[in-house]
């Protein structure tokens, strides 16, 4: 299985980046897949999870501006992150599982690959 986050980049306060996140080696349709973010001498925290069927979950911090979505005929999730804020730099990673529990209790991933950074400038 692999997964391959990418389009972070450097930003002004008040723009816009959308992450992508191709993954491959699993039945991509039937896992929940999340996006986190972890700075450093911080702990991995979710930012945004869809499940299977499209429900949808984001960390208090990003409501209203981030927006999670899934293409399962391209294997790909995505986030679209708008008025982005200083305080969302970080490297943002993304992970997947069939179960929802895992996917939004980041600390029961055994594994992670790699992640892309964000940096918002203010």
């Known amino acids: 299985v692999q997964l391959q986050a990418s389009g972070g980049g450097v930003v002004q306060a008040g723009g816009s980046l959308r992450l992508s996140c191709a993954v491959s080696?699993?039945?991509?349709?039937?896992?929940?897949i999340g996006w986190y973010r972890q700075g450093p001498g911080k702990q991995r925290e979710l930012v945004a999870a869809?499940?299977?069927?499209?429900?949808?979950r984001y960390a208090d911090s990003v409501k209203g501006r981030f927006t999670i979505s899934r293409d399962n005929a391209k294997n790909t999730v995505y986030l679209q992150m708008n008025s982005l804020k200083p305080e969302d730099t970080d490297v943002y990673y993304c992970?997947?599982?069939?179960?929802?529990?895992?996917?939004?209790?980041?600390?029961?991933?055994?594994?992670w690959g790699q992640g892309t950074q964000v940096t918002v400038s203010s």
């Open positions: 992970n997947y599982h069939e179960s929802w529990m895992v996917v939004v209790t980041p600390r029961r991933f055994r594994s």
């Open positions: 869809i499940s299977s069927d499209g429900g949808t």
């Open positions: 080696g699993t039945t991509f349709s039937i896992n929940a």
